[in-house]
C-alpha cells in the first residue's frame, strides 16, 4: 500500500511560467522555465539566478564534462551550451532528424540522450537520439517511443530510464561502454489514467515520477508497485521533480496551473516546491 507523504510542500520559488526539467548540482537546482523562456539556478534557501534566455523554448538540462550547462532549445530541435563567461551557442543540432525535442539526460562524460517533444495528436512515434561529447548527433535506440519525456540515468552508467508518456509506462535500457543501448524492457506501467511526464531516482532504486493529469507525484519500482505518492490540491498540477539540497533528500516539485500554451504564457502561477523524500539520492542522476 502506498505511503501519501502529507507535508505541505513548501514554495521555493513562486512567479514562474511553467517550471521544468529540474536538474541538481553543487549547491544549486537548474530548471527551464519554459515559457518564461529562461533557464535558472535557484539555491535550497529559494534565491534564483536568472542564467540565459532561449527564444525558442528552453528544455531538457544537463552538463558537459567540464560543467557547461547543456540545454535543450525545444522548438528548434538544438542543444545548447552555456559556457562559464555565459556565452551560449550551439552544441549539437538535431533538426536533421526531428523538428522538436524534449526532455534529456547527460552522463558524467557529457553524452546526451535526448527525446522528441510531440504535444498534441497524433501522437507519432520517434527514436531516442544521442549527443556525443563533442557534438556529434545520432539515433541511440530506433526502436520508437510514444513521447520520451523525463529520463534518470543510474549510478553506475548502465541502466538508462525514461517516461513513456502516451504509453503511461517507464522504460528501461542496457547502456553500454560506448553509450550505445539494448534489451528495452519495461520498467514499470502506470497506475490507470497516470501519465509520467519528469522523473528522477533515488539511492533505494525508486523512482519519482509526476503525473500531470492528476495532479500528484508517485514514486514506483521495478514491476510497477507505488510506494509514496504527493497529492496537490485542485488545480494544481505536477510537472517535473528532483532530489537534491545539501542532505540530497530533498524532493523538489515543479508545479503549475493547467497546461496550456497561451495561458502558460500570460499567467505567473508556476511554482518550485518541495517536500522531504524517504530516500536520498547521492548517485543517481536526476
Known sequence: MATDLTESPRIVQAGLHLPECPRWRGEALYFSDMYGETVYALSEAGEASAL?????????????????????????????????????????DLSGFVSSINDMITTRDGRCYVGRLTMEPPFDPAPLFTVDPDGRAGIAAEEPVLVANGMVMRADGRTLIVAESVAGRLLAYDVDAAGRLSNRRVFADMPQGHGPDG??????????????????????????????????????????????????????????????PETCKSQTNGRIEAVRSPFPNTGDLP
Open 52 to 92: 540565459c534566455k532561449v527564444e525558442g523554448r528552453p528544455g531538457g538540462l544537463g552538463f558537459a564534462a567540464d560543467g557547461d550547462l547543456l540545454i535543450n532549445e525545444m522548438e528548434r530541435a538544438r542543444v545548447l551550451r552555456l559556457n562559464k563567461a555565459g556565452e551560449l551557442s550551439v552544441h549539437a
Open 199 to 260: 522523473i528522477c531516482g533515488d539511492d533505494a532504486g525508486g523512482i519519482w515520477l509526476a503525473s500531470p493529469n492528476v495532479g500528484r507525484f508517485l514514486r514506483v519500482v521495478e514491476g510497477g508497485e507505488v510506494t509514496h505518492r504527493v497529492s496537490l490540491p485542485p488545480g494544481r498540477f505536477a510537472y517535473a521533480c528532483a532530489i537534491g539540497g545539501a542532505d540530497r533528500q530533498t524532493l523538489f516539485l515543479c508545479t503549475s496551473g493547467h497546461y496550456d
